[in-house]
């Protein structure tokens, strides 16, 4: 599976963004997909997933509120909504895809096998 993230910019704090996810080489449908970020000097964390087949969504609680996942099988897609946005949100943001992952380990990025690029995303105060 090849992932191709975009939708970030520059975004003023109380903005919204829209990422995407556009998926190639198999269907997403049996995939659990995922949204991470990392700042500068900072770890990869969580932001939010998808589980594959029930749809589940699950939200990191920094993001609780203010952010949606969404994923689009027609299009093989998925989708973050980020509202509400804080300059706490830079980062570069990416997608992940995974097949087989348990939904216990949803937020480890290790437990990924696919992986897009990521995008960039600037909130300014």
């Known amino acids: 599976v090849q992932l191709q993230a975009s939708g970030g910019g520059w975004v003023q704090a109380g903005g919204s963004l829209r990422l995407s996810c556009v998926a190639s080489?198999?269907?997403?449908?049996?995939?659990?997909m995922g949204w991470f970020r990392q700042a500068p000097g900072k770890e990869r964390e969580f932001v939010a997933a998808?589980?594959?087949?029930?749809?589940?969504?699950f939200l990191a609680d920094s993001v609780k509120g203010r952010f949606t996942i969404s994923k689009d099988n027609a299009k093989n897609a998925a989708y973050l909504q980020m509202n509400s946005l804080s300059p706490e949100d830079t980062a570069v943001y990416y997608c992940?895809?995974?097949?087989?992952?348990?939904?216990?380990?949803?937020?480890?990025?290790?437990?990924?096998?696919?992986w897009g690029q990521g995008t960039l995303v600037t909130v300014s105060s």
């Open positions: 080489g198999r269907t997403i449908s049996s995939y659990t």
């Open positions: 992940a895809a995974d097949e087989s992952i348990i939904m216990s380990s949803i937020r480890i990025p290790r437990h990924y096998d696919y």
């Open positions: 998808i589980f594959r087949r029930a749809g589940t969504p």
